[in-house]
């Protein structure tokens, strides 16, 4: 069984910066992963995805040239380095593993999320 988790969220003013990390857990760490977040009353929706080898890396528009998608394979994480962050930029953050694209339906594993908060 794989585990995900979440750490690295929390309260920060706009502009600002957070670094959120995934650990992953229960088997082989090989396969791409993704980051997800949902803000109060919206979907979930695709933030960044990452290739096994960190060789392809796909954004949203809404977080390109803000946001940095990274993995450390020898220590099973995976990490979003978030800087300028705006309030439309509160939401909670999961990390998801198995897929590479934008749909939550390609991705079999989820973490439990980790609440980013940004203060206008």
């Known amino acids: 069984q794989v585990q995900l988790v979440e750490s690295g969220g929390g309260l920060v003013q706009a502009g600002g910066s957070l670094k959120l990390s995934c650990a992953a857990s229960g088997r082989t760490f090989n396969t791409a992963m993704g980051w997800f977040r949902q803000a109060p009353g919206k979907e979930r929706e695709f933030v960044a995805s990452?290739?096994?080898?960190?060789?392809?890396?796909n954004y949203a528009d809404s977080v390109k040239g803000r946001f940095t998608i990274s993995r450390d394979n020898a220590k099973n994480t995976m990490f979003l380095q978030m800087n300028s962050l705006q309030p439309e930029d509160t939401a909670v953050y999961y990390c998801a593993m198995g897929g590479i694209g934008t749909a939550l339906r390609e991705y079999a594993y989820w973490g439990q999320g980790t609440q980013v908060t940004v203060s206008s």
């Open positions: 990452i290739s096994w080898a960190g060789g392809v890396r």
